[in-house]
């Protein structure tokens, strides 16, 4: 069995270059998800499910595991000097830690608790995570295109305790086994299939969706044996689990941009923290993201908390949705 850390340290050795500094980030996460975890599984006896009777920076009830977890990862790298800067979905600014500006070279950005609303349902939750390299200095480090992320990842708390990374040539999963408290190898190199048969999207939305998007759903309904349709929904209001079954079984997961008066014209999902990281496993992976006109990791962003339109999974798929979105139903 291959500890997550031996097999960061074991893939090292093939870069005569490399300093050590990013395996220590990534093995860092490792402990940072192992902490959340023991969290969640105790939140009921400890009375930490609920609100914590605050807004984050966009003005959404934060659950107290949201408070904890973000806690949680801004400690993880408070030490080493490794990092300088962290940003995270719950916060308005990044976090500065206090070491040399000029030592650390990298920053991290962190959604801590995706699937909020799965919390005091005992549902499936994930934290994702995004690492890169510092250049011009301060927020302007951020404020880049997804392609240039160094690695990036996320963790599943569901049923198992699973972590996926990238560091930029292929995709790689492993299992907490819970006995001796380490994350194990379970898939080296990760392939998606070309297509599947799944779709996740919350089609509660789907009035306020455009008419392009609402035709795909559609067309993805239909029964036709020779496209292998109907397709099957699969939606968890958890997008690291909807993403994560896509990324084993192939298909699509999509959050359209919300056109009602109320809704998130742009989109709803966060660009730097959820849409970049993910979309680096899925395209390392085989698979494909897009806003529906434009390649995820190529947007490049003007604010910390841009949210942006998105279509993520099997390459198939996610080109029909592009097919549909620029030229309507065919």
């Known amino acids: 069995m291959i500890t997550l850390d ?27 998800g192992k902490r959340i975890a023991r969290e969640l599984a105790t939140a009921g006896l400890k009375r930490t499910l609920g609100s914590a009777g605050t807004a984050n920076v966009q003005g959404e009830e934060q659950k107290k595991l949201d408070v904890i977890a973000n806690e949680i990862l801004l400690e993880t790298f408070d030490y080493g000097g490794l990092v300088v800067l962290a940003a995270s979905e719950e916060m308005e600014v990044p976090y500065l830690y206090e070491t040399d500006e000029h030592a650390g070279r ?3 950005l962190f959604d801590p608790m995706d699937g909020s609303s799965n919390i005091d349902v005992n549902g499936t939750l994930g934290t994702i995570f ?21 690695a990036s990842g996320y963790i599943l708390f569901g049923p198992a305790v699973i972590l996926v990374y990238t560091a930029g040539e292929a995709v790689h999963v492993f ?11 379970t898939q080296e190199n990760l392939r998606m299939p070309e297509s599947g048969r799944g779709y996740a999207v919350n089609e509660g ?126």
């Open 6 to 32: 031996r097999f960061i340290l074991d893939r090292e050795q093939a870069h005569p270059g490399a300093t050590g500094e990013l395996s220590a980030l990534l093995m860092r996460f490792g402990v940072a």
């Open 106 to 108: 990298y920053a991290v």
């Open 130 to 150: 995004s690492i890169r390299r510092r250049q011009a200095g301060g927020e302007k480090d951020l404020l880049r295109p997804g392609w240039e992320q160094v």
């Open 175 to 185: 299992t907490l086994d819970p006995g001796i408290g380490e994350f194990l190898l």
């Open 205 to 330: 939305r789907s009035r306020c969706w455009a008419k392009e998007a609402r035709d795909f759903i559609e067309y993805l309904k239909e029964s036709d044996a020779a496209t292998g349709r109907p397709y099957s929904t699969r939606y968890s209001a958890s997008l690291v689990a909807d993403v994560h079954r896509i990324l084993l079984e192939g298909g699509i997961y999509l959050y359209p941009a919300d056109c009602s008066k109320a809704g998130k014209p742009q989109g709803k999902l966060r660009l730097l923290y959820e849409c970049a990281p993910l979309a680096m496993v899925v395209e390392r992976a085989g698979g494909l993201a897009t806003t529906g006109t434009e390649r995820i990791l190529d947007v490049v962003p003007t604010a910390l908390h841009e949210r942006v339109a998105i279509a993520i999974g099997s390459k198939t798929e996610v080109a029909l949705y592009e097919r549909f979105m620029k030229n309507g139903r065919p």
